[in-house]
């Protein structure tokens, strides 16, 4: 079974510029979490959405930042305008929540961003 | 508010050998989750094991277990017979069941030494 997808792996782009970063979560699984990594931060939980539904969006760090899910098998966390501070690796991962199932969070392989 | 304490910023442990990997938490709700990740340096994030808090055994899988004190509020990481693939980052982590957050400790450098 495929594991969680993200697109690009790799991202460097200017300061000022749209970045969309993408992930297909598990088939069946029915939470899709984005969080961003950084050596100063640790890991921090951006938004995370439960039936295509944003629930929690508390870690976005601001208004430059959103994220979207249309369906089931697809999001996107969008920065416009790209600055230098959002340079990290963004990470999506997903869960199957059910009643009495421990739903551990899958991770994707990340997307490092460098905003130069 | 829920907080997770990873006190060992880096170990090392001789190949074969075990290591523990520690992890105190703090939660006012009696129903949560725990989890432990590996991040090796490759990047990736890989679920390892969890630990429910009305578990009654401590849980395993393979070469883990989780050493489980539910009134100390710990949640230690046993990594029995290390071997050198194990040197990562380990993250505990720990979700609320009433939420979907699950929140990270600030991880521990793993050095599996041969």
């Known amino acids: 079974d495929a594991g969680v997808i993200q697109s690009p792996r790799h991202e460097v782009t200017e300061m000022g510029q749209e970045v969309t970063l993408r992930c297909k979560p598990i088939?069946?699984?029915?939470?899709l979490f984005w969080y961003r990594q950084t050596m100063m931060r640790g890991l921090e939980l951006l938004i995370y959405?439960?039936?295509?539904?944003?629930?929690?969006d508390s870690g976005m760090p601001e208004d430059r930042f959103s994220a979207k899910m249309p369906n089931a098998s697809f999001s996107t966390l969008k920065i416009q305008p790209s600055e230098p501070r959002d340079s990290a690796v963004y990470f999506c991962?997903?869960?199957?929540?059910?009643?009495?199932?421990?739903?551990?969070?899958?991770f994707g392989p990340g997307t490092r961003l460098l905003v130069l | 508010a829920q907080k997770i304490t990873q006190t060992q910023p880096g170990m090392f442990v001789q190949e074969k050998e075990a290591v523990t990997l520690d992890c105190t938490y703090d939660t006012s709700d009696p129903s949560y989750g725990l989890f432990w990740y590996k991040q090796p340096s490759s990047g990736e994030m890989i679920f390892l094991i969890y630990q429910g808090s009305y578990d009654q055994q401590n849980a395993t899988e393979g070469r883990y277990s989780l050493n489980f004190q539910k009134a100390r509020k710990s949640a230690n990481l046993v990594i029995s017979a290390s071997q050198l693939g194990d040197s990562a980052m380990y993250f505990c982590a720990m979700r609320e069941w009433q939420g979907n957050k699950l929140v990270f400790g600030a991880g521990t450098i793993l050095r599996v030494k041969s």
């Open positions: 959405f439960n039936n295509n539904v944003p629930i929690d």
């Open positions: 088939s069946g699984h029915n939470s």
């Open positions: 991962a997903s869960s199957l929540r059910g009643q009495g199932l421990p739903d551990a969070q899958y």
